[in-house]
């Protein structure tokens, strides 16, 4: 016999009943929410499955999933998740510069990383004095080593 309540379904059992969740009860912006909060306390795996919740219908989700990944040093994640960022919202500047910032840390791709903060620059240019701290590395890090 099954009891249905609102959006639980509890299966009586032998031992505990279960309690089976048919619809997430927190919305996107929710998730995002709480994968922040998880962010700020350390706990970036936890962080990570809110974020991939929050993707599911909000694109900025992805470049939160890059940030994270960037921090636990997983690099080719971050690198996937700023991708899929851009590819789900073409105007993000924020994921344009967070990429540029992976390569200069990697000192890889560095022409493309200044293609991608000056795009940064242009879609936002109210954050021009952030992004323009990563040109400027960007730049700086070209010149030595040529």
């Known amino acids: 016999m099954y009891f249905v309540f609102g ?32 962010e700020k306390r350390g706990e970036l795996d936890n962080a990570i499955e809110e974020y991939c919740l929050a993707a599911r219908k909000l694109p900025i989700g992805f470049l939160y ?31 344009y510069n967070n990429l540029a910032w992976l390569y200069y840390t990697k000192r890889e791709n560095l022409e493309e ?23 400027d590395k960007i730049r700086e890090l070209r010149k030595s080593i040529r």
């Open 65 to 95: 999933l890059g940030n994270a990944h960037f921090q636990k040093k997983e690099l080719e994640k971050a690198e996937k998740y700023y991708r899929r960022a851009l590819r789900e919202d073409p105007n993000n500047a924020d994921a």
């Open 113 to 135: 990383a200044e293609s991608l903060t000056l795009k940064a620059m242009e879609l936002n240019p109210s954050k021009g004095d952030i992004y323009y701290d990563t040109l």
């Open 7 to 38: 959006v639980f379904i509890l299966i009586p059992s032998c031992t505990f009943p279960r309690i089976i969740i048919l619809e997430d009860p927190l919305s996107p912006e929710e998730h995002l929410n709480l994968g922040v909060a998880y």
